[in-house]
């Protein structure tokens, strides 16, 4: 599926879809909703001043986080629903799943986006399927996810460019979320996949033989009073007791973040972000040893505004200081081991309103890396190449549309 381009998939789409609403007499409560997004645009990327390696500069048509799904739910009565939801992600630049640096989008297809099914009742919801775990920042921080193209990119704690902790989706996954009490609910994931990543693997597709003892596990606690909001965020995989001979790596990731309403339609929020890798797999030129135990912190605010009903100002920044526990310097470009791994970022868009529904943006993205820093949006699918030369500085500057249905 993944090599295959996407609108031959289209009329299977569709008459899943045709299926689905065929058989709507077994959903009668409540239906099945069609929804998707589109958000393309022309952007500008620039990475300069690498240590060592070449200067980078695309003009590009580009997809921001397209998709289309499908969602419902059957009242089963007694306060219980059946949920359901598919969703996959579409390139509307190209129709592939190919990603803006020339690689695979593993987030693109029919359907790798999140897509379970389970069981809403009084004590609470329960999925199981390709689920998100961690890296979503709800309302607090919204941005990238329902505004425009890109954000700061740590602000995610899925990457902070040297450090690949890598949890988002996560394949095989059983998540339960409490009802809301107080203003208040959390919701608890466990996997037996902790790829991807250089040793970490999933225990469900193993050689037969081997240690089936990979998991990972994820909280995210939520709490909104208004006007303030607040969320903890919480992951931890390690892989299989004998995926890598002498070692058993793991990953955590970290992050707090809060927010206040200070008036309708305008927010501040603050957010910290700690990733940590433990018994890395395999040694990181020009930075970080076989074996090596690592950390890095980064902390940031970020700003939206409506100044008229159909204005709106967004505008972020970060600091990811330099990365903790480099026991030797690897031979490679930068060779600084964990010295100068930190980074500065920063984001400023403006938004034009036609409706609820669609909108027209320009952006500024910036990343200033350090001299051994590698810092870019990948998790965005937004980057130029797959691995960013130490100590370059990637920008995008974007005008783009997105429309919401």
């Not at 949920?83 to 987030?107: I, K, L, P, S, Y």
């Not at 989706?169 to 608890?188: D, E, Q």
């Not at 305008?266 to 890798?277: F, H, K, M, T």
């Not at 691995?387 to 549309?401: C, K, T």
């Amino acid at each position: 599926m993944h090599r295959k381009n996407l609108w031959r998939e289209l009329p299977r789409l569709a008459a899943g879809a045709a299926l689905v609403a065929g058989v709507s007499g077994a959903w009668a409560q409540d239906g099945v909703q069609i929804y998707g997004r589109g958000n393309v645009g022309l952007d500008r990327y620039d990475a300069t001043g690498a240590t060592a390696g070449p200067a980078i500069h695309r003009t590009r048509l580009y997809d921001a986080i397209s998709r289309l799904g499908f969602r419902g739910t059957e009242d089963l009565g007694g306060g219980y629903k059946a949920v359901f939801q598919m969703e996959a992600g579409v390139n509307f630049d190209t129709g592939t799943d190919r990603a803006q640096d020339g690689t695979a989008n593993t987030n693109v297809g029919a359907f790798l986006r999140d897509t379970f099914v389970g069981l809403d009742t009084p004590a609470g919801r329960v999925t199981a399927g390709r689920q998100s775990v961690y890296w979503q920042n709800g309302a607090i921080i919204p941005a990238s996810n329902f505004y425009i193209n890109a954000d700061v990119p740590f602000f995610t704690g899925v990457s902070t460019g040297r450090l690949p902790l890598l949890i988002s989706r996560v394949n095989n996954s059983i998540m339960y979320t409490t009802p809301t009490l107080g203003g208040a609910n959390a919701s608890f994931s466990v996997s037996p996949t902790t790829s991807p990543g250089p040793g970490f693997v999933d225990s469900e597709t193993v050689a037969p033989g081997a240690a089936h003892d990979a998991r990972l596990h994820g909280l995210t606690v939520r709490w909104q009073g208004a006007p303030y909001a607040a969320q903890l965020d919480v992951a931890h995989k390690r892989t299989s007791s004998d995926a890598v001979a002498g070692l058993r790596p793991s990953g955590t990731g970290l992050k707090v973040m809060a927010g206040w309403r200070y008036m309708p339609g305008a927010q501040i929020s603050v957010i910290g972000v700690r990733v940590a890798l433990k018994d890395l797999a395999v040694p990181m030129a020009g930075f970080a040893a076989r074996g090596d135990d690592l950390s890095q912190f980064g902390w940031g605010f970020a700003w939206e505004h409506m100044i008229t009903p159909k204005i709106q100002l967004l505008a972020s920044a970060g600091v990811l200081r330099d990365a903790k526990g480099c026991t030797s310097v690897v031979a490679g470009a930068a060779g600084r081991g964990c010295k100068d791994t930190g980074a500065t970022s920063y984001m400023v868009a403006a938004r034009y309103l036609f409706s609820k529904r669609t909108a027209v943006y320009a952006s500024l993205n910036q990343v200033k890396n350090r001299a051994n820093g590698t810092l870019d949006y990948t998790g965005m699918a937004l980057n130029a190449v797959p691995n960013l030369s130490p100590g370059a500085d990637p920008r995008i500057i974007a005008l783009g549309i997105i429309h919401n249905f």
